[in-house]
């Protein structure tokens, strides 16, 4: 049986000049589902990448990734847009919030494109902003909201489709510890009620949560521990 | 929340950009529905003046010493008597296979005579025909409805020191005067109008013609077939279709026409380029939403119809909104083209309205294409 998400010697190279050095060089990896991973490294180690390229939001220059058992490189363009609404959630550091929209709209953008009533839509999103625990907060703009509910509200909307998968570059990094730990409760629940969940994270504390322990260097695996590795790391 | 209004939301957010690109469809569609509305007045009013107003054909004789045009022709004294025509033509021209298209065969009569004392061309015309022959004539005072009164041009009013209620003599007769013509800048300025059966007995002339003005029912009439028409039932006579004052008029406003369209095309142009320059910009502004909405799966068919519905929004408001203020200023502005009865012509506003939202699409089209071509990744380098 496939692993529910197999990375095999997967390679990004930036750029076409030969002289550049590869950001990814060679990962292997299995992820099981419903596991709870963390992923370290020093800066520029290639943690991003790697991401993206989990999230079907780059293609990389050579190896094969495959998720549920689809191979996303026979994906189109198309393809893995339609992949990453029904597959991921992602969670970026700077939110990404549009700042335009409520905490409300901004939750249901990832619907917009969808058949389906303003109604049912604004429900979901309410459902979602209070199950995030923002309920009385759907009207505010971002700009009226503090960096850990605008998270709060980037959760809500990564979970809009009920995505198997959470992807989380660094989710914490711009929060103070307190706000960081609500954070990161936040996604042990969401482990917990059988999301698969990949973080990036400089948090020390996360590892304690974690399942799975993978440190980048230089673009390879340099350590993959299930159990010892947050304890090593420390 | 859909597409259309997550567009809306975007453009109410960058109102200034919005303003600047609806500016120039703005502009380009007032201009062109200001343009385009006075114009389709213009020829409206045209239309009416020919079908009204025009005698197409002018009836000569055939006689080599006589310019045509009955401006040209000069007349001295004595040789007042040279009008070949007579009466009994009138019955030919209204015979002719035609004639069922001929709203007025009017005739006239030029002749050199005294009026009280001076020397005056007087005009004979059918005074039953007039009204309808010269319907621009401004009379002070009436027309002539019977014998032995006449119409004073302004300069021969001038020049007799005569108005309406006077009387003018000629020899032993007597007319009243009717009425005094307001200046038209013709040569019947300086004339002394009467019946023409007056005119034919002060130049011993009876039923003489000079010429006969005949015009045709409608615009499209086959004017050179009742001119050939006319022609065979009159050997003697030179029948030509005449240019006259309406005819240059229509050249005026096909040539405003051209001019209009010119000047339409080119702000249009310059208002596609703004929309296509903004909304190229807007893209450029905003690659990391772009990669957002990438990110949690809209595909490049959505990203395309945001960027074709802020378009779609921002011609929209401004070409109906150009379209109206272009068709307050026509009606504003038609009195100075002549226009009596300006009127709305709604044709134009809604081509206005038209060209406007084609503009507005097709300008935005390489943009949104370029958005949608965005690699997610590249569209979200801070991830
Ligand atoms: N779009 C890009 N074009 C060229 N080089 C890139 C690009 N994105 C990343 N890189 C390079 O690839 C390497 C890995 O980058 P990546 O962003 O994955 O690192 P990271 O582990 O996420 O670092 P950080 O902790 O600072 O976020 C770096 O050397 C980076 O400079
Ligand atoms: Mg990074």
């Known amino acids: 049986m496939d692993p529910f998400i197999h990375l095999e010697n997967v390679s990004m190279i930036y750029g076409n000049n030969g002289t550049s050095a590869a950001a990814l060089d060679g990962v292997s990896l299995s992820i099981d589902a419903g596991e709870y991973v963390v992923i370290t490294g020093e800066s520029g180690a290639g943690k991003s990448t790697l991401l993206t390229i989990l999230g079907g939001l780059q293609v990389p220059s050579s190896g094969a990734v495959s998720m549920r058992g689809v191979d996303l490189s026979m994906l189109s363009a198309d393809g893995l847009a339609d992949f990453r609404r029904e597959t991921i959630g992602f969670i970026f550091q700077a939110y990404h919030l549009l700042p335009y929209l409520s905490a409300r709209e901004n939750v249901m953008v990832p619907m917009s494109p969808l058949r389906m009533s303003g109604r049912a839509k604004a429900d979901r999103a309410d459902a979602l902003l209070s199950s995030v625990g923002l309920p009385g907060k759907e009207d505010r703009l971002p700009s009226e909201l503090s960096g850990g509910e605008c998270q709060r509200v980037a959760i809500a909307r990564a979970l809009v489709h009920d995505p198997p998968v959470l992807l989380a570059d660094e989710p914490t990094g711009n929060l103070d510890s307190t706000t960081g730990e609500q954070i990161l409760d936040l996604f042990s629940g969401l482990h917990k009620s059988g999301k698969t969940v990949l973080m990036v994270t400089h948090n020390r504390a996360n590892l304690f949560r974690a399942s799975r322990a993978i440190r980048l260097r230089d673009g390879r695996v340099a350590e993959d521990d299930p159990f010892l590795a947050p304890y090593q790391a420390l | ?383």
């Open chain 2, 1 to 383: 929340m859909n597409i259309r209004k997550l567009a809306w939301k975007n453009l109410l957010r960058r109102k200034t950009r919005a303003v600047f690109t609806g500016l120039g469809i703005f502009l380009g569609i007032g201009t062109f529905v200001a343009l385009a509305s006075l114009t389709a007045q213009m020829e409206g009013a045209v239309r009416d003046k020919l079908d009204k107003f025009g005698a197409n054909i002018l009836v000569t004789p055939r006689a080599e010493q006589l310019s045509l045009g009955f401006g040209d022709i000069s007349l001295g004294g004595a040789q007042v008597a040279h009008a070949k025509l007579t009466m009994e033509d009138r019955k030919a021209i209204e015979s002719i296979a035609l004639k069922d298209r001929l709203r007025i065969v009017a005739p006239y009569l030029l002749a050199a005579a005294d009026a009280s004392g001076k020397d005056f061309v007087w005009m004979g015309v059918s005074a039953a025909d007039i009204g309808q022959a010269r319907p621009w004539w401004k009379i002070s005072g009436s027309t002539i409805r019977e014998r032995e009164e006449v119409i004073l041009g302004s300069e021969a009013a001038a020049a007799l020191d005569k108005g309406p209620g006077g009387t003018v003599t000629s020899g032993n007769r007597k007319f009243r005067v009717a009425g005094v013509l307001a200046p038209t800048g013709e040569k019947e300025d300086a004339m002394v109008i009467a019946d023409i059966r007056d005119v034919q007995a002060l130049g011993k002339n009876p039923k003489g013609v000079t010429f006969f003005e005949v015009a045709a029912l409608c615009k499209d009439c086959p004017v050179e077939d009742i001119v050939a028409q006319i022609g065979g039932a009159l050997p003697g006579a030179k029948v030509s279709a005449i240019r006259q004052v309406v005819e240059s008029r229509k050249a005026a406003v096909d040539q405003f026409r051209k001019l209009g369209l010119g000047v339409s095309a080119i702000v249009l142009a310059i208002a596609g380029l703004m929309v296509f320059v903004t909304v190229m910009g807007s893209v450029q502004e905003r690659t990391r939403e772009i990669g957002v909405l990438r990110a949690v799966g809209f595909r490049r068919r959505a990203i395309l119809s945001l960027l074709f519905w802020e378009s779609g929004w921002v011609s929209l408001v401004s070409s109906v909104s150009g379209a109206a203020v272009g068709l307050i200023a026509a009606m504003l502005a038609s009195p100075l083209f002549g226009i009596e009865r300006g009127g709305i012509a709604p044709s134009p506003a809604l081509i206005g309205v038209a060209i406007g939202m084609t503009l507005g699409l097709l300008g935005a089209i390489p943009p949104a294409r370029k958005a949608a071509a965005l690699s997610p990744t590249e569209a979200i380098r801070s991830l």
